[in-house]
C-alpha cells in the first residue's frame, strides 16, 4: 500500500498542546482467509507499514521512522458478478519510532503499549485465470496507540490515520 499519513499525539507538549507528522507510508499486508458462505469472506491480517520522517515533531533534529505492525481479523464481502467488496479488519497494533544513528548519537527506539488498529478497504479485482485474481482497492487505516510514550513527556493518545492505494493477488 502506498498512502499518506498523519499522526497526532493531543498533550500539553511545547505549549502547542497537538504534536502532528504528516508524511508517506509504505506498507504491506498477508491475510488467510477462507469463503464461508457464498460472497463472503472471513479471515487473518498481519500487515507492517512504515514512515520515514527527517526532522520532526517526532524524530527532533535527526531522521526518523514510525514502524508499525498489524495482527487481527476481518471480513470482506464480494458484490458478483462485478467482483468488487468491501472489508473491515479490527487488529491489535503497536508503533516503534526508531531513531536514525547520527555522529553525535546513537540509533534509538521507542515503544508503544499495545493498541487498536482498524482498515476499511473498498477495492476491484480481476480473474487472470481460473483460481487467480489480481486487483487495486482503497484503504483507509486507523491506529490509536494509548499511551503513546512515544511522544517525549506525554502519555496521552498517539493516533494514526492512513488513506492509501493497493494491489491485490486473490487465490481462490
Given at each position: 500500500?502506498?498512502?499518506?499519513?498523519?499522526w497526532?499525539v493531543?498533550?500539553?507538549?511545547?505549549?502547542?498542546?497537538v504534536?502532528?507528522?504528516?508524511g508517506a507510508?509504505?506498507a504491506?499486508a498477508?491475510d488467510?482467509?477462507?469463503?464461508?458462505?457464498d460472497n463472503?469472506i472471513?479471515r487473518g491480517?498481519?500487515?507492517?507499514?512504515?514512515?520515514?520522517?527527517q526532522?520532526?515533531?517526532?524524530?527532533r533534529?535527526?531522521?526518523?521512522?514510525?514502524v508499525?505492525?498489524?495482527?487481527g481479523?476481518?471480513?470482506?464481502?464480494y458484490?458478483?458478478?462485478?467482483n468488487?467488496y468491501?472489508?473491515?479488519t479490527?487488529?491489535?497494533?503497536g508503533?516503534?519510532?526508531?531513531?536514525v544513528?547520527?555522529?553525535?548519537?546513537?540509533?534509538?527506539?521507542?515503544?508503544s503499549k499495545?493498541?487498536?488498529g482498524?482498515?476499511l478497504?473498498?477495492?476491484?479485482e480481476w480473474?487472470?485465470?481460473?483460481?487467480?485474481?489480481?486487483?487495486?482497492a482503497?484503504?483507509?487505516?486507523?491506529?490509536?496507540?494509548a499511551?503513546?510514550?512515544?511522544a517525549?513527556?506525554?502519555d496521552?493518545a498517539l493516533?494514526?490515520?492512513?488513506?492509501?492505494?493497493?494491489f491485490?493477488a486473490t487465490?481462490?
Amino acid at each position: 500500500m502506498l498512502a499518506v499519513s498523519s499522526w497526532r499525539v493531543d498533550s500539553g507538549l511545547e505549549q502547542r498542546g497537538v504534536l502532528k507528522e504528516t508524511g508517506a507510508v509504505g506498507a504491506g499486508a498477508v491475510d488467510v482467509g477462507a469463503a464461508v458462505v457464498d460472497n463472503i469472506i472471513l479471515r487473518g491480517r498481519l500487515s507492517a507499514g512504515w514512515e520515514l520522517m527527517q526532522d520532526g515533531p517526532f524524530a527532533r533534529d535527526r531522521d526518523a521512522a514510525f514502524v508499525y505492525g498489524m495482527l487481527g481479523a476481518g471480513a470482506d464481502y464480494y458484490f458478483m458478478p462485478l467482483n468488487l467488496y468491501v472489508g473491515a479488519t479490527l487488529a491489535l497494533a503497536g508503533v516503534s519510532l526508531v531513531e536514525v544513528e547520527t555522529r553525535n548519537r546513537p540509533a534509538h527506539a521507542l515503544h508503544s503499549k499495545a493498541g487498536v488498529g482498524f482498515d476499511l478497504d473498498v477495492g476491484k479485482e480481476w480473474w487472470v485465470t481460473g483460481n487467480w485474481g489480481m486487483g487495486v482497492a482503497l484503504r483507509v487505516r486507523l491506529l490509536s496507540l494509548a499511551p503513546a510514550n512515544i511522544a517525549r513527556g506525554s502519555d496521552s493518545a498517539l493516533t494514526g490515520l492512513q488513506v492509501g492505494a493497493m494491489f491485490s493477488a486473490t487465490y481462490n
